[in-house]
């Protein structure tokens, strides 16, 4: 089933792909599933895009931590 946007996946995907330049797209991909504790084959995206967000704000929390 896909509820999420895909534009919406889609930039947080974009941005995450900013922070780790480096890490090739499917590997990318492959750890958000990580992130959600699912197979990349049977993650929803939903799940990715939540995973996603949820690694964004964690690592800004911790720079925000880091400066203060």
């Known amino acids: ?3 999420a946007k895909p ?3 889609l930039d947080v995907l974009a941005e995450l792909r ?3 330049p480096a890490w090739r797209f499917g ?3 492959a750890n958000v599933a990580d992130w959600a504790n699912e197979e990349v084959w049977d993650v929803e995206d939903d799940a990715l895009l939540d ?3 949820s690694h964004l ?3 800004a929390k ?3 931590e880091v400066r203060a």
Do not use: H
């Open 57 to 59: 704000e964690a690592a």
């Open 62 to 64: 911790r720079e925000q």
């Open 18 to 20: 900013c922070r780790y």
């Open 7 to 9: 534009t919406d996946l």
């Open 1 to 3: 089933m896909i509820s």
């Open 51 to 53: 995973a996603a967000r």
């Open 27 to 29: 590997q990318l991909v």
